[in-house]
């Protein structure tokens, strides 16, 4: 949608500017969206989620400013350095449970939350504390939907169910969310596996996520936070609650009050201090016979079902009844069951030998990825993140040491913005100096002044047009090629207005020639002098001279980088501009390669008829002997 640059406020802070592009902008759905997030972000107030800080919507570059986060994004993280473990786990889903309360709290859903949207940022102790960014496709609860019917916006791994059928779409949808990411944070991938777009989505239908591969500490908070049906899911603060009895150094998921392990028998079985048995693969087992399965389904005594939203399913019923009655009710993606694939199993001595113990689940080895290989963009993901296997070297032995965490680049105590000013006094200084010149040499630094203001019109085109491109589009590989290719253009657009502004300085410097000849009462030479140094400075400072202007400025501003630079150089052109001035008030000017006018105007008003238009022959005249003069008379016809 747009470029984000890092920029400093007027109080020396950090922050980030997201622009949207030209074509983005023009488009009154993009700018609802923009402005839709403003109005969503600032609703939030949490140390958890991007503050904004500033926003200008209605101009013709519309933009908002937010907090910057120093640190990577949780999917470069994983991508990078591996998946989350222990404490760091427990902290990133008891930080997302605290960021999505205080969102939900002010009746906002996020709709995108996944890896790329949460920065990990450093808490000063070697930990970091997750940031959730980036609102561009919340959406006020009950506001009115941008989408079309049938259309979904969000990133396809981390969608819930019911974002995939189109139907109404809750504050659960977050939940679902952020049990995803948390997955992802784990276990390295997508929940939902990273196969084509429609193995994804049939995958989210029907459940299917890969949690037996997360940690078993995990496995029960993620079953009751990615149920397909929303109204079983948790809501954000009861995640929370949950959250914060994860405890990485038990093996089963305690969903509630303060049992512990009291004894474990040879098949796994384990035994609570309430009486309850927890079974190898996660089943309860209450003291009234009742059995509690992994995804909440109560199986009592006589055999019936009790859902966890409470429907019971009677197992009396005879099955061919049940599908004769209700198959026709159930959406087909129901009519598949789940199957699981088995996992496999080292074969063991034990087992060889006939013992009973069960062999321990084969693990695959901890493989990092690649450094050759770096991690794809989000955009460009439509089903989650690629399969590990198709990027990976071969199978290296796991650390034995924890990797080092991420260190930011440290950052200066006082961070000063870079100096940049237009420098108005020495700009002035320069004209001063070119025209004490004028005033010394009239011919030669008249000329001089026309051909450097017709390279300051064609710069002051290419720069300024690169320069309004990184502006809004960041920088490209391609502005030098962009350059080349304009010149021409530029140089044709500089050459139509300098032949349009010359004559008016023209016009200019014989008005004051006219003055001082006759007013002041100054000789003709002299006089001319002064109008030459009229001209030089009427080509900057008349109507059509504000682009010599800015490329003297751009120019100015990209050469002197300190005010300590600008000091020296512009006392070294003061000077300058004072002794040239100083000579130009008491010297005689240089005509050379011209004649001194009075000679000129001699020769052409003993040549001129009576009854002729004297004043249109003298001007005329002298243009053509200048232009002769100077070897241009071809353009006069002489």
């Known amino acids: 949608m747009g470029v984000v640059h890092l920029g400093l406020d007027s109080d020396d802070r950090q922050v980030a500017v997201k622009v949207l592009h030209p074509h983005v902008a023009s488009d009154l759905k993009a700018r609802d969206r923009l402005t839709r997030e403003v109005e969503t972000m600032r609703r939030v107030r949490n140390n958890r989620v991007a503050a904004v800080l500033d926003a200008d919507l209605t101009g013709a570059t519309p933009y908002i400013v937010t907090r910057f986060a120093p640190g990577r994004t949780l999917e470069q993280r994983v991508l990078e350095d591996g998946p989350l473990k222990g404490a760091e786990l427990t902290k990133l889903a008891r930080g997302l449970c605290e960021a999505l309360v205080a969102i939900h709290h002010a009746d906002v859903i996020h709709r995108d939350l996944k890896p790329a949207n949460v920065m990990l940022v450093d808490d000063g102790s070697g930990m970091f504390e997750p940031l959730v960014i980036d609102f561009g496709i919340a959406h006020l609860v009950n506001a009115t939907r941008l989408t079309q019917t049938g259309m979904f916006v969000g990133t396809p791994g981390y969608l819930a169910p019911e974002i995939i059928r189109d139907s109404e779409i809750t504050q659960a949808a977050d939940v679902h969310a952020l049990a995803a990411t948390v997955f992802f944070a784990a276990t390295g991938k997508p929940p939902f596996g990273s196969g084509t777009f429609e193995s994804v989505c049939y995958n989210i239908l029907e459940g299917k996520a890969q949690v037996d591969t997360a940690p078993a500490f995990l496995r029960g908070w993620l079953r009751l936070a990615l149920a397909t049906d929303s109204q079983s899911r948790p809501t954000a603060g009861s995640l929370l609650k949950l959250s914060r009895a994860l405890d990485p150094s038990v093996t089963v998921f305690k969903e509630g009050g303060t049992a512990v392990q009291r004894n474990q028998s040879a098949d796994g079985t384990r035994v609570l201090s309430d009486g309850t048995r927890v079974l190898a693969d996660g089943t309860r087992v209450l003291n009234d016979g009742t059995r509690v399965l992994t995804d909440g389904t109560r199986v009592l005594g006589d055999g019936t079902r009790v859902q966890i939203d409470g429907t019971r399913v009677l197992d009396d019923v005879p099955s061919a009844r049940r599908s004769e009655t209700y198959s026709d009710l159930l959406p087909p993606v129901n009519y598949v069951a789940p199957e ?64 080092p965490a ?73 502005d030098p090629m962009r350059a080349v290719l304009g010149t021409p253009w530029a140089l044709l657009k500089a050459v139509l207005a300098t032949l349009v502004h010359v004559p008016l ?100 008003v003993a040549s001129l008829g009576k009854g002729q238009d004297t004043a249109v022959n003298l001007i005329t005249g002298l243009f053509e002997d200048l232009m002769s003069q100077i070897g241009l008379g071809f353009l006069v016809g002489k």
Request: net charge positive.
């Open 340 to 403: 699981r694939e088995p996992r496999p199993q080292k074969p063991s001595k034990q087992r060889r030998s006939g013992g009973s113990q069960q062999p321990p689940p084969y693990v695959p080895p901890y493989q990092p990825a690649p450094q050759f290989a770096p991690p794809p963009y989000a955009d460009q993901r439509v089903a989650g993140h690629p399969a590990p296997q198709q990027m990976r070297p071969a199978p290296v032995a796991p650390p034995q040491a924890r990797p």
């Open 505 to 604: 300085g023209i016009l200019f410097g014989i008005c004051v020639w006219g003055a001082f000849r006759y007013l002041g009462g100054m000789t003709t030479n002299d006089a001319a002098a002064y109008a030459a140094a009229a001209f030089v400075g009427g080509l900057f400072l008349l109507p059509g001279g504000r682009k010599p202007r800015q490329a003297v400025q751009r120019a100015l501003a990209g050469v002197i980088r300190s005010p300590g630079a600008g000091m020296v150089i512009t006392l070294v052109f003061g000077t300058l501009a004072f002794f040239i001035v100083m000579t130009a008030l008491s010297a005689e000017a240089v005509w050379t390669p011209w004649r001194p006018p009075s000679a000129v105007i001699d020769d052409l």
């Open 406 to 478: 991420y260190q930011p680049p440290p950052q200066p105590q006082q961070d000063r913005p870079r100096y940049k000013t237009s420098h108005p006094v020495m700009a002035g200084l320069m004209l001063a100096v070119l025209v004490g010149a004028a005033c010394l040499l009239p011919v030669m630094v008249s000329l001089f002044a026309i051909v450097l203001v017709l390279c300051l019109r064609v710069g002051n085109s290419l720069l300024g047009d690169v320069s309004e491109r990184r502006s809004i589009r960041g920088a490209s590989g391609s």
